[in-house]
Each structure stands twice: as C-alpha cells, then as structure tokens.
C-alpha cells in the first residue's frame, strides 16, 4: 500500500536536503507509470545488469519508493485542492467582512463621538491595512462594544452585531490560515512531494544508466531505459526553420 511505504520511507526521504530536492519537471503520474514500467522491464536483464556492476538493491527498492511517492503526491494535491478552496471562499466572503468592519467602525464613531476615550480606541482599531488587520478590527470592535453597550443599543446595535462582528473574524481567520498557513510555513506537503520524487528519480537514474550503457547497441532492449514521454515530446517540438543566406546579387 502507498501510505505504508510512505511511512516505511518518510525517514529517508525527509533527510534529503533542501539543496538536493529535484524539482519534478514532468507529470508525477506519468513519472510514477515509467517507475513502474522500469521495475518490470529490468527483470530479464538481471544478470547482464548486474555484471555492468548495477547494485540490485535499486532494483528491488523501486516498489517502495514508487508508493512513497504516490502517497506524497495524493497528501500535496488534497492540500492544494484545500487551499485552492479556501481561496475560492475568502474571495466571495471578503467584501462583506471588510464591510462589516466600515459598517461597525462608522456606527462606533457616531454612537461613541461625546467620548472622547472611546473615539480615541475606535480611531485606533481603525488603523492599519490588510487581510489580518481586517480581521483583528473585527475581534477589537466586539470587545469593545461589549465592553460599552449603550450607546451602540441607542443607535440600534445590539449584542446580535457584535457577536456578528465576533464570528465573521473567528472565520475569517480560519480562511486566512487555510489560503496562506502553509505558504508561511514553507509548503511542507510540496517538499515532502519533491523529496519522494528526488529519491525515486535516485533509483530511476541508476538503473536507466546502466542499462544504456550496456544495451547501447541493442535497440529493442535499450528502448525500455529511456523516458517514453521525453522521447515524445522531443518528438513532438519541430526543429527550427533553417536560416536560408540571402544570395549575393
């Protein structure tokens, strides 16, 4: 199973170091699907492999870190996908939470505007710009009513705002965490993705050297030691047109 060779693995693979990570530079799955396809074709080749001086220890590791990595890729794409997610949501729920804000800030300076220590600490709460300071506002502006009722309920603001105010930036803060968390903390789903690639590559690199070093002269065995999709894409990008020299006149 995927998630028990990821756990067999995760040691070694956390261990590789950031300036080792090999960043994957085509699909993971196909990838995985070539790892796969390696294992099986290297089996007949044993013998001939292993006298070129392959250690077969590669070989028989591949299962594990090919699962390793399909479980390192499954983790990064269902944080992805949650985060992407979030991103949706605090987009569409945003503009009402910064209008909340203006909303109860603009009420505060009315109801509170005979005192002058109360405006003083709405002003304050006012300061400032961003995301997390939208949200801190929020927080600041319930405690602050509930701490000077009032004259909020004089202009019509009752607890019900205030516990509005309270849990629009409870749950905002949330998204925020969702959308940006894992960016502050440096991806770590991602890094653990591209460690599982760097050490499957490992093996994948080994055992496709040596099996084009000893089936250089033989095509239909050497095809299997060669990435199937960089061949086609390789294929598939046209040559540039020749630079054709005008004729002297």
Request: glycine share 6%.
């Amino acid at each position: 199973m995927s998630s028990t060779d990821y756990a067999a693995k995760l040691a070694a693979i956390e261990a590789i170091s950031t300036d080792s990570i090999k960043k994957p530079n085509l699909p993971i799955k196909i990838y995985i699907q070539e790892a796969e396809n390696l294992y099986q074709w290297v089996q007949p080749d044993q013998q001939a492999l292993q006298s070129a001086g392959l250690d077969w220890a590669w070989v028989q590791g591949l299962p594990q870190r090919i699962g390793a990595l399909r479980e390192a890729e499954s983790r990064w794409f269902k944080e992805r996908f949650g985060r992407e997610e979030a991103q949706v949501r605090w987009d569409q729920e945003a503009p009402a939470a910064y209008a909340l804000r203006d909303q109860m800030l603009r009420t505060m300076r009315y109801a509170y505007r005979r005192d002058e220590v109360l405006l003083k600490r709405v002003a304050q709460i006012a300061e400032g710009t961003g995301h997390a300071d939208m949200i801190q506002d929020l927080n600041d502006i319930a405690i602050l009513g509930r701490a000077h009722p009032e004259p909020l309920q004089v202009v019509g603001v009752g607890p019900e705002q205030l516990e509005l105010a309270a849990t629009t930036a409870e749950g905002m803060a949330e998204l925020l965490a969702q959308v940006n968390g894992e960016r502050a903390g440096g991806n770590s789903a991602r890094v653990i993705r591209d460690q599982a690639y760097t050490h499957l590559k490992e093996a994948v690199d080994e055992i496709r050297a040596c099996g084009q070093f000893v089936f250089w002269d033989a095509e239909g065995r050497l095809e299997g030691y060669h990435s199937q999709y960089r061949r086609s894409q390789r294929r598939s990008t046209p040559s540039p047109e020749p630079m054709i020299e005008a004729t002297p006149a």
